[in-house]
């Protein structure tokens, strides 16, 4: 793409006139074998839970290289994508090191925004990391990020409210719709919070009808096929039914408040979830917390897989430090933390046997679910495929479309958006 080619020769601009300003304090100097200068890094973590613990930790790595000074900016993860590509084609206001959604990182790459990392202090030892979680940070054989958590979704459910209606964690979707009314019937709640205002939760519909958005290897538009309409079907019938109640914004304030408080019997949701969650009223007993798998649909039971990544901007004027910034942030010690403070999922291997991660209940759950989570596609264009599937899936959720429109409407603007596929 020309844009692509444009990108590239200005952050390559970028990065040389950046080579050429020296050694002074702002731009970082190794010349005496000492880290320097300023590192800064836009954390898109949840604010009040995650934000926390990866500040700390940053902390860790300027007392480790006590010259360099990390500048913590906590950006809102909407708005994180947009933002970081404005700067970058700007060149100006750009961080050095960007916590990158995984679908975020090839768009990133493609237009020459991020510095390959092969090579550098970035990637020690790259063999540690999971081969599913390595697969995202790829882009035309270079490697453009490093993992720094993996994540799947399950359907988190309030153990008490289960065990008042006598029922257990449903493993398909005609088991949810029973649950769902034992619960109505037993306690007066509505069983399920479906989220309708963000795709993402609606893939583990769409790979349980044996659907997905696209298929990367032909190049071909999946989502309008009979499976695609299948799903739309399936979630509009948990809202029609009453399994489910849906919103169309705000959709995770609504969520969480609702689950929390025990409005609602399940949520489907992610280990990025569970800290916020235990600040809830239901379950000041961390034990109430159940999770299971997804609810199977007719032709399979798969989640999404998804996570961050650790991505250093093309024009940093610290590249050293911002390479060793991303190696301690991701490196086992630090992926441990993160694991015993937010059950969040490492990325590296060896950092499953640390005590931490061995003693959260929730790694120990979502570590297989990952492990056969089904992969999106590692395309540049691989993020903005949410937005037009967004707007549909609204619709269907609040009746103002159906699903066949809606399948139809979806590809019709996955066509445009990638050329000549079919």
Known sequence: MRRGITATALVAALALAATACGSDDETGS????????TVTWWDTSSVGSEDKVFKKLAEGFEKEHPKVDVKYVNVPFGEAQNKFKN??????????VIRSEVAWTPDFANLGYLAPLDGTAALKNQDDFLKQAVASTKYEDKTYAVPQVIDSMG??????????????APANLAD???VARKIKDKTGKTGLYLRGDDPYYFLSFLYGEGGDMVDAGSKSVTIDKPEGVKAFKAVKA???????????????????????NGDVAMMINGPWAVADTLTGKEFTDKDNLGVAPVPAGSAAQGAPQGGHNLAVYAGSKNLDASYAFVEYMTSVDSQATAAGE?????????????????DSEIVGFFKPVV????ERPWIPEGGSLFEPLRVEYTKVLTGQT????AAKATGDSYRKLLKDWK
């Open 87 to 96: 700067a970058a084609q700007a060149g100006d206001g750009a961080p050095d």
């Open 30 to 37: 190794k010349s005496s074998g000492e880290l320097s200068g």
């Open 342 to 358: 937010l059950n969040l999922l490492p990325t590296r291997t060896s950092a499953y046997a640390k005590k931490e991660a061995v």
């Open 155 to 168: 359907i988190f459910y309030n153990k008490k409210m289960f065990k008042e209606a006598g029922v257990e």
């Open 176 to 178: 949810l719709k029973t």
């Open 371 to 374: 492990e056969t989570a089904v």
């Open 238 to 260: 948990l809202v029609d039914d009453g399994t489910a109640k849906t919103d169309a914004s705000d959709g995770w304030e609504n969520m969480m408040q609702a689950f929390k």
């Open 402 to 405: 159906t699903p066949e429109k």
